[in-house]
Each structure stands twice: as C-alpha cells, then as structure tokens.
C-alpha cells in the first residue's frame, strides 16, 4: 500500500490579530523608532482620543499596506497606492459627505460609519466591481486591527445584487475588428513614432498579453524551448514557448506555432538593446514605461472616445479568435452562438488558459455568458422536448 501524498500547503494567510506580517524583501524599510517593537506597541503610542484619526490611519498603513487580505504574499505597488488612496478619502468623507461631526479612530470604526459610506456609494450610482473593491479594503482595515468579520456581506448594508454583484461576461465585442479597425495598419503607424510601445502592440496582438505583460517581456530570455516548459510530452503544440508571468505569479507558456507569434517576436528582438532587454524604453522605469505606453496609443486614438477601442481590446481580438478556431463557432458576445455545450467548455477552458486566468470563468469577460443549446425542430417542426444532459 502506498503512502498518502504530503498535501499541499496552503497559500490563505493565517487570520491572526495584528500580527506585524511576514518578513520580505519587498516591504518597506521600519521607522528606526520602531525597531524591535510590535505593531500593538506601535500602536500604544498613539492612544485613541489623543493622537488625530488620521495620523493613527497613516500608522496603521505604514504597519499593514503590503499585506495581501487573505493570501500569505505582499500586494503589488498599484493596490498599496490605491488601497492607501482610498482609506484617507473614506475617513474624510465620513465628515463631508456621510454628516458626521468628527472622524472617528479607526480603531473605534463602527457599523454605522460603514453604513453611511454604503448610503453614499448608493446614492452617488458606484459601479458594482467598486462597492466590491472598497468593501475589500475596508476588510483589509479590520483585518490589521484583528476585527476579522467585521466588515459583513453587501447585503447586510441593504444593497441589492445588482448593486454589488460584479458582471463578469462581456456585453460587447470589445475587439479592434468589430469596431472596423485596420489591425495591422493603425500597429504599424505606431511602430514608426514609437518603436518600443509598437513591439509591445504587435505582442498583445500575437499573444493575447496584457499591458503590462508586454511591456516586460523579454523576447529573448522569455523565450524557451518545449523541454524547459515541464509541460507533458503529450501537449507538445511547438518546439519553442514564450514563458509569460502573469497576475498573482501565474506563469504560462504560448506556444510559437504560428507566424504571427514567431514574427512578433523577431520584431520586438530586433527593437530591444541586449539579450536580457525587456520591451519598455531602458532610459526609463515599468511606471514611466506603462504611461509611455498609455499615451502614445491615445495619441493613435486607440481609446473608447476616438475609434471606440482601447490597447486591451487586441487582447480580447487573440482570445476570442482562439475560441472561434476550437469551438468552430463565434462566442455569445458576437451574436447567437451555435456552439455544442461539451465544445463551449474545452473552448473557455482553453482561451482562460491563453489568458493567464486561474478560473475557466474568467474567459466570459471576453466571450459572454454561456447559453443553452437550442435543439433543432423534428421533422413535424416541433422542436425536441427531451431534456438535454450537461
């Protein structure tokens, strides 16, 4: 008999009160005055009622800011700015907008300060993924101040589905296609003003990456051969892979098996200065390099208001062309779909693959929602009555 598997730890962070977080690298640097101290005694100092609210909130984001809410890992630079962002506002607004007279402490945060804010977000018609998000860092507050729970579901703020209910399929084909743009032409035009945001174009365009995943690949470390990728000699698709990191670490391989990837890559190896280049401008940072990107393709018009598509809808144009290829259909964002169920879901599994997503239900934000199969009419022209099987 053979001896259990050793299961896998768990990445969930362990829901401790106040506890000070890991050590990493990635953190910042500690108040010299607050060597060898901990956050309690930190905290100590700054007694409730005699230290301004918002001195003890900038306490408290200087202590916890990096924590992941639930996961054992730091969070990325842009949700530390944002979460930062959002908790100083929702102190101040407590005053201005919800009525009251003082801002409390934040560790004297109750109920019905969360409730006010939630009246707020209602009457000012937040979309449902920011009512989310801000639930989210108000749990990450508690969470420092080991009120874990504290922060309760939507619904016990009085807020219907729809009201904080993330949408998470498509609604409209969001590709440069459905929206008449000459693909190749508008990624070229870029190409000669800017060579180093047109490589990162024609990868998305080639790879399905995001933004930022264009912006630091390496088109020549990034790419390896299929022995170097441990997938199953089974799933061979190429001799050679682009290696791309994703969101929360994720890494996949894009197979080169098509011309398009092969030829994208040569262009963006023939634009960057070394061996272990990535596609951003040297001279400058990943943030100058992301705002870089972002404003030469608004001086092409790639935004919403000029020709009614942004730089991720190249992305959606790769995803949704896969799962035409292997579904042998169009998905339901582009109109009735005529897809079998059982190829519906090798289809999604396969573009959320392509993706860099961790659950196949992600690829509905580029595809639409899955729908029922519709059985053709018998030859009476009375359609099957009988109960389809998932």
């Keep these: 008999m053979s001896e259990p598997s050793t299961p896998r730890p768990s990445r969930r962070r362990i829901q401790e009160p106040s506890s000070p977080g890991r050590s990493s690298q990635h953190q910042p640097t500690r108040r010299q005055s607050w060597a060898g101290k901990t956050p309690q005694e930190i905290l100590a100092r700054h007694p409730a009622g005699q230290t301004p609210p918002l001195k003890v909130?900038?306490?408290?984001?200087?202590?916890?800011?990096?924590?992941?809410?639930?996961?054992a890992k730091t969070v990325s630079h842009k949700t530390r700015q944002e979460r930062a962002q959002f908790l100083r506002r929702f102190f101040r607004e407590l005053k201005a907008k919800a009525g009251f007279k003082t801002v409390p402490d934040p560790r004297n945060l109750g109920q019905k300060h969360i409730q006010a804010m939630v009246q707020v977000w209602q009457q000012e018609h937040l979309a449902p993924a920011t009512i989310q998000t801000y639930l989210s860092f108000l749990r990450g507050l508690a969470m420092w101040m080991g009120k874990h729970g504290f922060v309760r579901a939507p619904s016990h703020y009085g807020l219907s589905l729809d009201e904080y209910q993330r949408h998470e399929y498509a609604s409209r084909d969001k590709s440069w296609s459905a929206q008449g743009v000459d693909i190749d032409a508008l990624i070229d035009q870029v190409c000669q003003h800017d060579r180093?945001?047109?490589?990162?174009?024609?990868?998305i365009h080639a790879m399905g990456l995001r933004r930022k995943e264009s912006v630091l690949f390496r088109p020549f470390d990034s790419i390896v051969p299929f022995e170097a990728t441990g997938l199953p000699p089974d799933e061979q698709e190429a001799d050679r892979y682009a290696w791309v990191k994703g969101k929360g670490g994720r890494v996949r391989y894009i197979p080169l098996d098509r011309p398009s990837r092969v030829l994208a890559v040569e262009f963006a190896q023939g634009v960057v200065c070394s061996q272990d280049a990535h596609m951003g401008d040297p001279a400058h940072d990943l943030r100058k390099n992301l705002r870089r990107f972002d404003y030469v393709v608004a001086k092409f018009g790639i935004t919403v208001r000029e020709l009614g598509v942004t730089a991720h809808g190249l992305r959606h144009e790769v995803l949704i062309g896969h799962y035409q290829a292997l579904a042998g259909g169009p998905?339901?964002?582009?109109?009735e779909g005529t897809v079998a169920p059982e190829l519906d879901r090798a289809a999604r599994q396969a573009v959320a693959h392509l993706a860099g997503h961790a659950r196949p239900r992600a690829a509905g934000a580029y595809l639409g929602a899955a729908r029922p199969r519709k059985d053709p009419p018998d030859l009476d022209g009375h359609a099957d009555c009988e109960p389809s099987h998932p």
């Design 331 to 335: 998905p339901p964002v582009r109109g």
């Design 196 to 203: 180093y945001v047109g490589a990162s174009l024609r990868l």
């Design 57 to 71: 909130l900038e306490v408290l984001i200087e202590l916890f800011n990096t924590l992941h809410t639930s996961l």
